[in-house]
């Protein structure tokens, strides 16, 4: 019985070696596609007006389905880098707020893209399947406008550049020595987005509400990394 086991600790410990060696000594380019189910949040949420008070509900996720296009090299030691852009994503955002005046209904609409560059290590678990780690940063652009209550009640829409950046968990397994099919999870904090000011006569007669908060991303994806 030792014997078998032994045995099978030899024969694990031989393919976890060889599966390093053969990781740690992949070098090249590659290019991967990804399609990703994107889970958005806006948050940190400033009052839209200083006649507001509080939010009474909202806002809520907005999910959506996008994808993501990078090119990325191989380097010593199970490390590789790359440059991501990632398409642009539409998300809206519906809120309830409390006022001096009773509640009123606010909703933002946020398209954002980003470009990032990442770096990853990677894990042999087997020769063909490994667990990867990475972080990324980048910039993402962001515009966003949105309405009270009804569309004829709109705020101006504003564009901004921001620091993006993200973490990601994962795994890959190597499809044979061009193709590797990975999935992961990943989270990014992509910045700010505001509105521009109300184009809307209000109450007060003034031009002083617009929204702020901080749009940040988490999205599962799949991928096929090809090597070239």
Same mark, same amino acid.
């Given at each position: ?96 707020? +409390? ?32 667990? =990867? ?24 829409? =504003?564009? +901004? ?48 509400? =617009? =929204? ?17």
């Amino acid at each position: 019985m030792k014997m078998k086991w032994s045995m099978t600790l030899i024969a694990g410990l031989s393919l976890a070696a060889q599966a390093q060696d053969s990781i740690a000594t992949a070098q090249g380019n590659y290019v991967a596609l990804r399609v990703q189910s994107a889970q958005l949040r806006i948050a940190d949420q400033k009052p839209y007006s200083p006649r507001a008070i509080s939010i009474i509900k909202g806002p809520d996720s907005s999910d959506k389905t996008s994808g993501s296009l990078a090119v990325g090299w191989y380097l010593p030691n199970a490390w590789r880098v790359e440059a991501e852009y990632s398409a642009q994503t539409k998300s809206e955002f519906d809120t309830l707020w +409390q006022w001096t005046g009773g509640e009123s209904r606010n909703v933002v609409q946020a398209n954002s893209q980003r470009l990032m560059f990442n770096a990853y290590k990677e894990f042999p678990v087997a020769e063909a399947l490994s667990l =990867h780690a990475g972080a990324g940063i980048g910039m993402s652009k962001i515009r966003a406008a949105g309405y009270q209550g009804t569309t004829l009640r709109t705020f101006e829409q =504003h564009t +901004q550049d921001n620091f993006a950046y993200g973490l990601a968990v994962g795994m890959g397994y190597r499809l044979n020595k061009v193709f590797t099919l990975g999935l992961g999870y990943r989270y990014i904090g992509l910045g700010e987005a505001q509105t521009g000011i109300n184009n809307f006569t209000n109450r007060s007669g003034t031009k002083d509400e =617009h =929204h702020e908060g901080k749009l940040n991303e988490q999205n599962a994806y799949l991928e096929l990394r090809a090597r070239f």
